[in-house]
Nanobody, 119 residues
Framework: QVQLVESGGGLVQAGGSLRLSCAASGGTLSTLFMGWFRQAPGKEREFVAAIRWNSGITYSAGSVKGRFTISRDNAKYTGYLQMNSLIPEDTAVYYC????????????WGQGTQVTVSS
């Protein structure tokens, strides 16, 4: 099974940018999707974005479209979430995951990384 480790979270002012990374090991992503999800305090975990690893086709939630970009580097076996124009509502723990469809059915998860956007 794939193991995933996120990095790149932190504190940023509204309007700023962060790039999250998700390093994969121990398995293959070639037939899978890599997704990013987030969970804010007191809220359910929600889908943010996903990428089909072999084709690079991407999917995004409406709330982040035009601000967040998901990508992957096959050589480094690492996925990225570039987050621009951050707003306080983006504050959450962000998780990367590997699974079988863009928005659900994920079976491998990272430990999460905190993103805090100050106003």
């Amino acid at each position: 099974q794939v193991q995933l480790v996120e990095s790149g979270g932190g504190l940023v002012q509204a309007g700023g940018s962060l790039r999250l990374s998700c390093a994969a090991s121990g398995g293959t992503l070639s037939t899978l999707f890599m997704g990013w999800f987030r969970q804010a305090p007191g809220k359910e975990r929600e889908f943010v974005a996903a990428i089909r690893w072999n084709s690079g086709i991407t999917y995004s939630a409406g709330s982040v479209k035009g601000r967040f970009t998901i990508s992957r580097d096959n050589a480094k076996y690492t996925g990225y979430l570039q987050m621009n124009s951050l707003i306080p509502e983006d504050t959450a723990v962000y998780y990367c995951a590997a699974g079988f469809s863009p928005r659900n059915n994920y079976n491998a998860w990272g430990q999460g990384t905190q993103v805090t956007v100050s106003s």
